[in-house]
């Protein structure tokens, strides 16, 4: 179910005092099975526009589609795109509800018709897929650590099985621990359950492990675009537009530039702890 936005602009409060242009003639596509990093500073129109994925805003202009249709023209459903384009927000425990977790995650799928008699198994579903424990099901979610809540509201949206699936800044807010299990449970989703991720951030450290293809924003406009190789060798500019490189990255950056026969090209720790033994071993 391939996405593409075509030259697609937005306007907060298009006309009033307070107009606010958040999008620019964007142009993106999406393929299956995919998995997208869209980087960028704050403000830099990272939710504006994936809030478009899944129809929840509409263009000021330009058109969105899915599996080639145009998701606003006449006799598309917005629901049924949004049961195969999942979004968490960010910050989604803020949005929990219900009195117990199982509540909480069968919104999503009783809302779209799933009989009752089903509802039990895609909570359990998703509940095993989050890592959470079965037994946490008639708890108060209000009960529950931050990460845990976190895993609640990842469950809810995982409940719809969407085949693609937007997270908006998953791992905000978490501690080390809850950032590596989001991320974990992210790559998974991925790479065992085939489904096409869409991964918000403004941390390069987080995207540049998983994502195969980095999108990067500055001020509505799509600015670079390209695996992290080809990326991060634009240091410079993303440093000037508020972002930067893998710490590690840049490590090996900076010996590269001291004249040490380094290859620059890697961005997690593992590859760049290989290069640095390698250069070791010729010294
Ligand atoms: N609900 C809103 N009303 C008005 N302006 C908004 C609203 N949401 C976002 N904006 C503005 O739109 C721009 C892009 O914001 P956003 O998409 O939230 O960026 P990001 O997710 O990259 O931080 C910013 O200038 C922001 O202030
Ligand atoms: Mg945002």
């Given at each position: 179910?391939?996405?593409?936005?075509?030259?697609?602009?937005?306007?907060?409060?298009?006309?009033?005092?307070?107009?606010?242009?958040?999008?620019?003639?964007?142009?993106?596509?999406i393929?299956?099975?995919e998995f997208v990093g869209l980087i960028g500073?704050?403000?830099?129109?990272k939710?504006?526009?994936v809030?478009?994925?899944?129809?929840?805003?509409?263009?000021?202009?330009?058109?969105?589609?899915?599996?080639?249709?145009?998701?606003?023209?006449?006799?598309?459903?917005?629901?049924?795109?949004?049961?195969?384009?999942?979004?968490?927000?960010?910050?989604?425990?803020?949005?929990?509800?219900?009195?117990?977790?199982?509540?909480?995650?069968?919104?999503?799928?009783?809302?779209?018709?799933?009989?009752?008699?089903?509802?039990?198994?895609?909570?359990?579903?998703?509940?095993?897929?989050?890592?959470?424990?079965?037994?946490?099901?008639?708890?108060?979610?209000?009960?529950?650590?931050?990460?845990?809540?976190?895993?609640?509201?990842?469950?809810?949206?995982?409940?719809?099985?969407?085949?693609?699936?937007i997270l908006?800044e998953p791992?905000?807010?978490?501690?080390?621990?809850?950032?590596?299990?989001?991320l974990?449970?992210v790559a998974?989703?991925h790479?065992?359950?085939?489904?096409?991720i869409i991964l918000v951030s403004h941390s390069m450290e987080d995207v540049a492990r998983l994502a195969q293809r980095l999108v990067v924003m500055?001020?509505?406009?799509?600015?670079l675009e390209g695996t992290p190789?080809?990326v991060f060798?634009?240091?410079?500019?993303?440093?000037?537009?508020?972002l930067?490189?893998p710490?590690?990255?840049?490590?090996?950056?900076?010996?590269?530039?001291?004249?040490?026969?380094?290859?620059?090209?890697?961005y997690?720790?593992?590859?760049?702890?290989?290069?640095?033994?390698?250069?070791?071993?010729?010294?």
């Open positions: 179910m391939p996405i593409r936005v075509e030259n697609l602009s937005y306007t907060y409060n298009a006309g009033q005092p307070m107009e606010q242009e958040a999008l620019r003639n964007v142009t993106l596509t393929e299956d099975g500073h704050t403000g830099s129109g939710s504006t526009l809030q478009h994925f899944n129809g929840l805003l509409k263009p000021t202009s330009g058109k969105i589609y899915i599996d080639g249709v145009d998701i606003f023209s006449k006799g598309v459903s917005l629901r049924s795109i949004r049961q195969k384009v999942g979004m968490v927000f960010q910050y989604p425990e803020y949005q929990l509800f219900g009195e117990t977790v199982f509540e909480d995650v069968a919104f999503g799928p009783k809302n779209m018709g799933v009989p009752d008699a089903e509802l039990n198994d895609r909570v359990d579903q998703a509940l095993a897929l989050v890592g959470l424990d079965l037994s946490l099901k008639e708890r108060s979610p209000f009960e529950l650590s931050g990460g845990q809540k976190r895993k609640v509201a990842i469950a809810g949206v995982l409940a719809m099985q969407p085949q693609t699936l908006d791992t905000a807010g978490l501690d080390p621990k809850g950032r590596d299990e989001v974990s449970l998974h989703l790479q065992r359950e085939h489904k096409t500055a001020h509505g406009e799509i600015v190789e080809v060798r634009q240091a410079e500019y993303l440093e000037a537009i508020g930067g490189v710490q590690v990255t840049r490590l090996l950056q900076v010996l590269k530039k001291q004249g040490f026969a380094v290859d620059p090209d890697h997690t720790i593992e590859a760049v702890e290989e290069e640095i033994v390698k250069l070791l071993e010729t010294m």
